[in-house]
């Protein structure tokens, strides 16, 4: 009888250091995602914004000198991330692979002019900054036409900093729930032990000597769970860098380091204020109260 109980009770703790170690697991892995996206959500919101072209388009009579003049100004620009030269040819066999036409044969002439396809590097891509660039390049004579979706680009920036508020809201509720969790359950598993804690007081023990292994318990717990949360995490760091290889989030291994120290210090904290508190509570409750 005695040794069926001894299982029962071990199955018990058991279960409740599992629990303890899955909600912290949970909790930090999804707090540290948000902090993930929350450091990289400037280069995801750029990698966005770096998608949106500009078309620079030219006057028939720029010549070549013009031209290539043009491609060294764009080479030594702060602002643009990439650009292609398309020529007159090069867009009439573009024109003609999409309307599968040659309209060259009744026209007799190529109406289309060379042009530069644009991207802007991510910081730029705003309509005050954008705008200005438009200006500068438009200071040259032979330029006849710059276009790009103004449109867009206002929409991209107001849903980035709509989209980056939101998730500054949902991180620190978020941040308060999974405080709320993780002391609920590092609760019931002092709860538990109601009794020997108790016992262990009327004997003599002080409340810091009482306290003490609870605590070193409970932090090893934490470092568990975090543990577990950070070897997620990082999965899904090289997950996501595979889908998105442009964003070179798997390279950063600064922002890496601090998310998962932070994940750790975060679970060390977290278990070990929980636990205080709870082991004092049992510690201040009368014998009767314990029932």
């Not at 001894?6 to 948000?34: N, P």
């Not at 620009?77 to 044969?105: M, P, Q, R, T, W």
């Not at 309509?127 to 200071?139: L, N, Y």
């Given at each position: ?53 500009m078309s620079v388009y030219f006057k028939d009579e720029a010549n070549d ?227």
């Amino acid at each position: 009888m005695g040794s069926s109980f001894e299982k029962f009770q071990k199955r018990r703790l058991i279960s409740s250091y599992f629990s303890v170690v899955l909600s912290i697991f949970l909790v930090l892995f999804l707090l540290g995602a948000l902090g993930f996206f929350l450091i990289h959500s400037e280069k995801i919101s750029n990698s966005f914004k770096e998608d949106i072209p500009m078309s620079v388009y030219f006057k028939d009579e720029a010549n070549d000198t013009i031209l290539q003049a043009f491609d060294a100004k764009l080479k030594g620009s702060k602002y643009v991330k990439d650009y292609v030269f398309v020529s007159k040819d090069d867009a009439a066999k573009n024109n003609k692979d999409i309307v599968g036409e040659d309209f060259l044969e009744f026209l007799g002439m190529n109406p289309l002019p060379n042009s530069f396809d644009i991207h802007l590097k991510g910081e730029y891509v705003e309509a005050a900054k954008i705008k200005q660039i438009e200006s500068d390049i438009k200071t040259n004579e032979m330029v006849s036409e710059v276009i790009y979706d103004k449109k867009l680009v206002e929409l991209a920036n107001e849903n980035i900093k709509k989209i980056s508020f939101w998730i500054l809201i949902i991180s620190s509720v978020f941040g308060l729930i999974s405080m709320l969790l993780i002391n609920s359950s590092l609760r019931l598993s002092v709860y538990s032990n109601r009794f020997i804690i108790k016992t262990m007081q009327m004997v003599g023990a002080t409340k810091s000597f009482i306290r003490k292994p609870f605590i070193w318990r409970s932090i090893r717990l934490g470092l568990i769970g975090s543990g577990l949360a950070v070897i997620a995490l990082i999965a899904l760091t090289f997950y996501v860098d595979g889908l998105f290889p442009s964003l070179g989030i798997g390279k950063d291994y600064v922002s890496m380091a601090i998310i998962s120290l932070g994940i750790l210090v975060v679970g060390i904290i977290i278990t070990w204020i929980s636990t205080f508190f709870a082991t004092q509570r049992f510690l201040n409750l009368r014998t009767d109260d314990l029932y």
